[in-house]
């Protein structure tokens, strides 16, 4: 069964660094999307991506974030100056056809800023 | 604006027991509504769906009715397992083109033998 896959698992960084988390849809899917959760609270939108360019936002998702999709399988997710706040678990999705809310999450990839 | 309220957790059940998760909500429009489950390790995956009032969403063994005049989505199982032992998230979509997902903060049932 096809699955959305995410890299690394776990990221270490020192507060203003650079992270790139990245993450591998399902191949047939035009929807994308990155939510995070923060440990211990609900799981919230950071943005969606549809058609090469970003069709939602939230608060959260500032000038600090970024997303790219550089070719036809990866979707990326770059912090440009880690704060400790961003310590958080971020998820990858994504959605075909029909029900947008219908999404196939990865496993996540687990930011701790130090 | 939107958002789910969800039962707090933790759930702690044996084997067979009856299994309800309460979970409302706030939206406008025509939302369709959905149960997350997250295994151990695993990233979230869909349970169980119903995009409009009165539909009932099942899989597993587990079903949720929606229920527009009391604005709410509850989970229930008949007799759980231990495998079901996971952590359960109810979420919103409001129906858009868009899909963005309002989520509870999740409830974490753990199963006894």
């Known amino acids: 069964e096809p699955e959305v896959t995410q890299t690394p698992s776990h990221q270490v960084t020192q507060m203003g660094q650079e992270v790139i988390l990245r993450c591998v849809p399902i191949?047939?899917?035009?929807?994308f999307y990155w939510y995070r959760q923060i440990l211990g609270q609900k799981v919230e939108f950071l943005v969606s991506f549809y058609n090469n360019e970003i069709s939602e936002k939230s608060e959260i998702f500032d000038d600090q974030f970024s997303v790219e999709r550089p070719d036809g399988s990866n979707f990326t997710l770059k912090i440009r100056s880690t704060k400790l706040e961003d310590s958080a678990m971020y998820f990858c999705a994504s959605s075909g056809v029909g029900i947008r809310g219908e999404q196939y999450f990865g496993p996540g990839t687990r930011l701790t800023v130090t | 604006g939107d958002s789910v309220t969800q039962m707090e957790g933790p759930v702690t059940l044996s084997e067979e027991a009856f299994l309800t998760i309460n979970c409302t909500y706030t939206?406008?429009?025509?939302?369709?509504l959905f149960w997350y489950v997250q295994y151990p390790g695993e990233g979230l995956q869909l349970l169980l769906k119903a995009t409009k009032a009165d539909d009932k969403g099942s899989n597993k063994g587990f079903e949720a009715t929606y229920r527009k005049e009391t604005t709410s989505f509850h989970l229930e199982k008949g007799s759980v397992q231990v495998s079901d032992s996971a952590v359960y998230f109810c979420?919103?979509?409001?129906?858009?083109?868009?899909?963005?997902?309002?989520f509870g903060r999740g409830t974490q049932l753990t199963v006894w033998p």
């Open positions: 939206a406008t429009g025509y939302p369709s």
């Open positions: 191949s047939n899917h035009l929807y």
């Open positions: 979420a919103l979509d409001r129906g858009s083109t868009l899909g963005r997902l309002y």
